[in-house]
């Protein structure tokens, strides 16, 4: 495969090269990914301004002209910044700001995505039916019709050119989310998806076909039931020009050949409004005089490209309303908590979450990771925005039945993605990226984790030991109870966890040897909100709140776990 040149432009050059292409017969398309609220320029978690953000590529709509350009947009756009759940949960009879926003730039078609479906039928209905375009998922299909219960895709007319965009979603939703978020849909393989639709797509006699699938590049080995699955349509299935992906969170431009030997542009874009996807599309005349599409790609970075302020201000008001949501006082906290303590034993930020989810359920046990890679929370006051660093996802929380054995193997699964076998003590113990000698991968002076950290799950409730120079399988050692009460692998307990991981993402409640089919008979009770929203009104009723590490585990061999997480702390965060 050939690897094309990821270009971050500066905003002059960008500009510039806007004004070169215009009237030469050119199209340019530019496809935005995984913003996950990040609209407007100001971060409402952080409480602070971003110089990224759709107000820079609005810049481009006016520069351009939208006859000039097909804007399009990958999923993932309801969930993450608290502009989105503000207008998803609490303001729900204005026009979602999101919807007006993608209208006014005059976005012309949408894929569906995991953390959009993640907003329930309310939420994404709702902004469907707002938009001005349609939302595309042609494996996301109607149980009641066995049609696609979102357009599977739709045909764009621009520069004399008939573009046809085709949307895919990832087929993981069900392991990821309850049913009760989609019900009446089931999500079917991406390949097959593709290939039957294809020749409905070609009756179209477009002049350029692309894909929009809400999924990551993967591998062209994928069967096209993995969550990330692009690079598997686009050789396997012929008659894509340009796939825009996502999913992933990464930038990339890839040039792949199908099984019929025709080249297909492959881009990913990032997350957060971080980058946008372009694509310059030109015609071309072949041997036989034939038109052909010619198309070059590349991944810009968003804060390369020039603001606008008509933007800005036509959102402010909106963007000052979540300001005050988010600034409200809901109570006080006597430490600051941070995520970094968590890779290497009991932290008191995962024990608040730990602590929260045992006190609104009553369940014995508490299974929760830390969501954030590298997050905290400072002394003093606590807002409501404090509550999406603590929890990103609106996951709801359940109370399932498991055996002692089951909660075993979760965290044996747990244990196994977050460490590596120490055979002496100098070893490292975290489980890293790495080259082929085993030496952890570093990026911008620091390395980076082999799995999301949002999988590291420790428990609450009971007492146990890590055994980091055991073998993966055959390092957690459960004796009991919090109380002291002995612990039984063969007792059933009660125990807190978020629906994320109960319908199995990250593959813990299927190595405990619970299956999705199983779920609704463990279920003892599940929360009608987000687990985000019970967290704020605990801290709120309890107002001032001492977060210490309360969990009953630790690392052994102690010595070879103390010197270790001395080391690979540096080697995770710098110096800082």
Not at 79 to 106: C, E, K, M, R
Request: net charge negative.
């Amino acid at each position: 495969m050939k690897r094309i040149q990821i270009f971050a432009f500066t905003a002059l050059v960008a500009v510039l090269a806007f004004s070169c292409t215009g009237g030469n017969g050119s199209l340019e398309i530019y496809a935005t990914t995984d913003l996950h609220g990040m609209l407007l320029p100001f971060d409402n978690t952080e409480g602070e301004a971003t110089d990224h953000s759709l107000a820079n590529l609005a810049s481009v709509v006016v520069a351009r002209g939208n006859e000039n350009i097909i804007l399009l947009d990958n999923g993932d756009i309801l969930q993450g910044d608290p502009l989105a759940y503000y207008y998803n949960f609490i303001d729900t009879t204005s026009t979602h700001v999101i919807a007006d926003i993608l209208n006014h730039l005059g976005y012309d078609a949408a894929s569906v995505g995991n953390h959009d479906i993640e907003a329930g039928h309310p939420v994404y209905d709702r902004v469907r039916s707002e938009y001005n375009f349609p939302m595309l998922a042609a494996n996301a299909i109607d149980i009641n019709t066995g049609e696609p219960y979102f357009k599977p895709y739709t045909v764009i007319k621009k520069k004399g050119l008939k573009v046809v965009v085709f949307g895919l979603i990832t087929p993981s939703v069900p392991r990821w989310l309850p049913e009760s978020l989609y019900r009446g849909i089931r999500f079917e393989n991406m390949v097959s998806t593709a290939r039957k639709w294809m020749p409905a797509i070609q009756a179209e006699d477009p002049d350029l076909v692309v894909g929009l699938f809400h999924s990551g590049m993967g591998d062209e080995s994928d069967r096209g039931d993995d969550e990330n699955s692009t690079l598997a349509v686009a050789m396997n299935v012929p008659g894509f020009d340009v796939i825009f992906c996502g999913h992933d969170h990464r930038q990339d431009v890839k040039e792949v050949t199908d099984t019929e030997g025709n080249k297909v542009l492959v881009l990913d874009g990032g997350s957060r409004a971080e980058a946008v996807m372009n694509v310059t599309v030109t015609m071309e005349k072949d041997s036989e005089g034939r038109r052909k599409p010619a198309v070059t790609g590349k991944v810009i970075q968003m804060n390369t490209l020039p603001v606008s302020e008509d933007f800005i201000n036509r959102y402010s008001e909106a963007s000052s309303k979540v300001r005050d949501y988010t600034s409200e006082i809901i109570g006080r906290s006597t430490a600051t908590v941070t995520t970094r303590d968590a890779y290497f034993g009991p932290s008191a930020f995962v024990d608040l979450i730990h602590l929260m989810q045992l006190d609104l359920t009553g369940a014995q046990v508490s299974l929760a990771a830390p969501l954030s890679f590298d997050q905290s929370i400072a002394e003093g006051e606590l807002r409501v925005r404090d509550m999406y660093r603590l929890y990103r996802f609106e996951n709801f929380l359940y109370t399932v039945k498991m055996t002692g054995g089951e909660i075993d193997r979760h965290l044996e699964h747990s244990a196994g993605q977050w460490f590596r076998t120490m055979q002496k003590k100098g070893d490292y113990m975290l489980n890293y990226r790495t080259d082929d000698s085993g030496t952890p991968l570093m990026v911008n002076g620091t390395a980076r984790l082999r799995n999301p950290s949002y999988n590291f799950d420790s428990a609450m409730g009971i007492r146990y030991t890590v055994d980091v120079s055991k073998p993966q399988g055959a390092r957690v050692n459960i004796t009991a109870l919090d109380d002291g009460t002995p612990f039984s692998y063969s007792d059933t307990y009660t125990v807190a966890v978020n629906s994320y991981r109960a319908n199995g993402g990250g593959g813990h409640f299927p190595a405990a040897g619970i299956t999705s089919k199983e779920l609704e008979s463990r279920i003892v009770s599940a929360t009608e909100r987000d687990l985000r929203y019970y967290m704020t009104e605990w801290i709120r009723e309890k107002g001032t709140i001492s977060p210490v590490p309360m969990s009953r585990w630790n690392l052994v061999p102690a010595a070879w776990a103390a010197e270790a997480s001395k080391r690979e702390r540096i080697l995770l965060f710098g110096d800082n």
